[in-house]
């Protein structure tokens, strides 16, 4: 694969443009050639064969999940390659895109959908089949023999207890509200709850947003290694600030005690607990 510039990418017939499994955070539109989509599951036969005009790799960054299968070029082909951070202008500039999107997320609700009407089916029939079937005798059980006691075991010396790391806290500025921050987690999401799907977010700002400037998935606080990191997600309207400066969509900016943070118009502080 070779990139004749930064924004195109070509990549030899038989080549793979990206592996099922492989980290995801950029999106192509295929200018020529053919693409092919296989999974591991289904063996060679592809899923799908993409031409010049479509486009692949969009789920890893709306989901911001693995690569769910492999793109394999079965024919010389030219790409064009958005990262994260342009996607959101992709999406402003080219409607026709952003439609296709939310009919292939349709189309994969409706098969979803689909599957599980039949699976209850088979688990449905499954259950009438097993009440229906006579129940068989059980079997008499031989008298316990009683078991030797085993020796005691000799005590162990205790562990000691790992230091806890330090926790860090979003403290909001107005109301005082805080949110500690689970060293044991490597990601949280910041945002509002969305009625539709039920999901809340782990950082939920949503009481606390009374214009309602913050986006439903607003921006990821990432932790590794002890440090933390902040980065805004596809889609979001109002922006993310960090000490009064605008972060770019999908940029990741790394944090530091005593940041101020700002989604919409709510703000933060990031502090020691």
Known sequence: MSRTNDLYIEVPAGQALFREGDAGAEMFIIESGTIAIVREARGGEPVAVLEAG???GEMAILEDQPRFASAIARTDARLLRIERAAFADLLRQNVEIAVRIMRKLAARQRRAEQRATELQTLVDRYAKAQSAAPAAAPAAAPAPVAAPAPAAPAPKPAAPTPAAATPLVLVHTASGQRF???PAR???????????TGITPEINLGPLDASRSLSRRHAKLLSEGGLYFLREEVGTANGTFVNGQRIATGTTVPLKPGDRLRFGTVEIELVAA
Do not use: K, Y
């Not at 490597?186 to 539709?196: I, Y």
């Open 54 to 56: 479509d486009f692949l």
């Open 180 to 182: 500690t921050l689970d």
């Open 186 to 196: 490597a990601e949280f999401l910041v945002g509002r709850t969305d009625p539709v």
